[in-house]
């Protein structure tokens, strides 16, 4: 598929060469293959086999909702208590990551009031931590380990 700057893992493909799919181990199901598909399964494997973060805490196309608008986080990081900790934001390789895609991932949380927000498009990375109501965010060089967060 595309060549992406995330750990490959044992990808488990279906589908047919028209319509191929790809495995979700949280929705447990097969999901259409798309470039963005692509890196939200690259990601989420990275961050559970290599940041150790607990896959029953994860969710994959969280729906949300303000009013009459339906929206879907695309993962999102629960802690223990079951308390939206994370939100990832993942694009296709060949979008850029603009302010548009922080405004996204900021109306989602909203919603949620996590304390960390992830964009990636698998050959960029964003992680930062937000201070607080209205005192803004410090970008990370890197995504904590689970237990760092």
Known sequence: ????????YDINLGGTKENPTIQDIFRHRFVALTPE????????HYLVDHL??????MANEVRLSVGNKKLRADTV???R??????????????????????????????????????VSNGLV????????????????DEIPEYEKL
């Open 1 to 8: 598929m595309i060549p992406i700057n995330l750990p490959d």
């Open 37 to 44: 598909e692509w890196v939200r399964q690259h990601f989420v």
């Open 52 to 57: 150790h973060y607990p896959a029953p805490l």
């Open 77 to 79: 990081l629960y802690d």
């Open 81 to 118: 208590n079951l308390q939206p900790r994370m939100i990832v934001e993942y694009k296709a390789p060949h979008i850029k990551l603009t302010r548009k895609v922080f405004d996204q991932i900021l109306a989602y949380n909203t919603l949620l009031h996590v304390e960390y927000l992830v």
């Open 125 to 140: 990375t964003y992680c930062c931590k937000l201070k607080g109501e209205g005192q803004g965010a410090e970008f990370l």
